[in-house]
C-alpha cells in the first residue's frame, strides 16, 4: 500500500513539474524586449487601450479623414462653454443689422470707461490717435488714415462699432481673436466717449457751471 501511494504522488508530482515548466515555457516566449510583457491573455479584461488623439481607430464611424474616437465630432450647434454666438454675418447686411438691433450689455460705469480706455490704447490708439481723430502713427502711414470719431463717424451705433471690431473693415482687421465679446463691449463705451469728445457743452451743463463760476472769482 505504502509503495502504491509513493508511487501515486510521484506521478502526480511529474504532472505538475511537467505543467509548470510548459507554462514557464510559454511565459518566456515573445518578443526580445525588456519592457515586453510576453503573452497576454485576455489583454483586455485588464488593460484598456489608449485612443491617442487624431490617431486612427476602428471604434468609431465619424468621417473626418480618419476613424476616430479620440477627436469624435462635436455635436451640431455645439458651442464652447461660456461663448455667445454672433449671430450676424460678415455683410453688408449683417452689418446693417447689427447697427440695427445690437445695444450694449453693459452698464456704462467710470470703472468700465477706464477699463475700455486701457483697451483703447493697448488695440486702437497706433491707428486711430488717441482722440479717435484716425491719426495715429501707424493710421497716417496707411492708403487711406481712419476716419476720426468725433467727424463722419460721429453717429455710428453701437451695434456697427462691435460688428467692426468683431470682422473688421475697410484696411482694419478682425480684433475677435485678441479681444473677448466683453471687451470689445467696454471698448464700444470709450469708443462712443470719443465720438462725442469734440461737443461743445450744452448750457446748464456741470462744465458750463463750472466755467461761471470760475470766471466770477476771477472777477
Not at 446693417?96 to 477699463?115: H, S, V
Not at 487711406?144 to 456697427?160: H, I, Q, S, V
Amino acid at each position: 500500500m505504502f509503495g502504491n501511494t509513493y508511487h501515486m504522488v510521484r506521478k502526480i508530482y511529474k504532472r505538475v513539474l511537467t505543467l509548470g515548466s510548459f507554462v514557464l515555457v510559454l511565459a518566456s516566449c515573445g518578443k526580445k524586449d525588456a519592457n515586453s510583457p510576453g503573452i497576454e491573455y485576455m489583454p483586455d479584461m485588464y488593460r484598456s487601450p489608449s485612443l491617442e488623439v487624431y490617431n486612427g481607430n476602428q471604434l468609431s464611424d465619424d468621417t473626418v479623414g480618419i476613424r476616430t474616437v479620440g477627436m469624435r465630432l462635436p455635436v451640431p450647434g455645439t458651442v464652447p462653454r461660456g461663448f455667445m454666438p454672433y449671430p450676424y454675418a460678415n455683410d453688408t447686411a449683417g452689418y446693417a443689422a447689427a447697427g440695427r438691433e445690437l445695444r450694449n450689455p453693459i452698464p456704462l460705469t467710470p470703472e468700465i470707461l477706464k477699463e475700455g480706455e486701457e483697451l483703447y490704447g493697448k488695440f486702437c490708439v497706433h491707428c486711430h490717435g488717441a482722440q479717435g481723430g484716425g491719426d495715429g502713427p501707424v493710421g497716417l502711414k496707411l492708403p487711406g488714415a481712419p476716419p476720426a470719431y468725433y467727424g463722419t463717424l460721429k453717429n455710428l451705433p453701437a451695434g456697427k462699432i462691435f460688428h467692426t471690431i468683431t470682422y473688421g473693415k475697410g484696411l482694419m482687421g478682425s480684433h475677435a481673436s485678441q479681444l473677448t465679446q466683453q471687451e470689445r463691449w467696454i471698448l464700444v463705451h470709450y469708443v462712443q466717449k470719443l465720438q462725442h469728445s469734440k461737443d461743445a457743452p450744452a448750457a446748464g451743463s456741470d462744465s458750463t457751471a463750472v466755467a461761471k463760476v470760475d470766471t466770477k472769482k476771477r472777477k
